[in-house]
């Protein structure tokens, strides 16, 4: 996995992408991770971002789609079925405090036979 950029502040984009979504609540704001994810395994794999990838800032309190969620976002990253060497390519997206914007880190929070957390910049 890789992230390919981030939008701090990417709450104009979001209600852009869906104009009847609701605004992030006052303090804070929508920000867009965009990754890309490789499949190198055997046979196929689904890869569950929505329930894997999550944030943390300078709070230390963590961000996930279900209980942070921005709502519909412009492209968000598929839960499709991946082969060998298949790679997708999407957003995550969270509603997080203001004050943690510059300080968010992306971790992959994977199924429990995987033991370790991986952590990626976002800036």
């Known amino acids: 996995m890789k992230v390919i950029s981030s939008?701090?502040?990417a709450t104009a984009e979001v209600l852009d992408a869906n104009p009847f979504g609701d605004p992030p609540a006052a303090g804070q704001?929508?920000?867009i991770a965009r990754v890309s994810v490789t499949f190198v395994g055997s046979g196929s794999a689904l890869?569950?971002?929505g329930f894997r990838l999550r944030?943390?800032?300078a709070a230390q309190v963590s961000y996930s789609e279900f209980a942070n969620d921005?709502?519909?976002i412009?492209?968000?990253l598929s839960e499709a079925e991946v082969f060998t060497g298949g790679t997708i390519t999407g957003d995550a997206c969270w509603s997080i405090r203001?004050?943690?914007a510059s300080s968010l880190t992306l971790y992959d929070d994977p199924a429990e036979n995987v033991p370790m957390r991986l952590f990626f910049?976002?800036?």
Do not use: I, K, M
Request: proline share 8%; glycine share 12%.
């Open 29 to 31: 704001q929508f920000f």
């Open 74 to 76: 412009p492209d968000a």
């Open 7 to 9: 939008t701090p502040d």
């Open 47 to 49: 890869f569950d971002g």
């Open 121 to 123: 910049a976002l800036r």
């Open 55 to 57: 944030a943390v800032g």
């Open 70 to 72: 921005c709502g519909e």
């Open 98 to 100: 203001s004050t943690d």
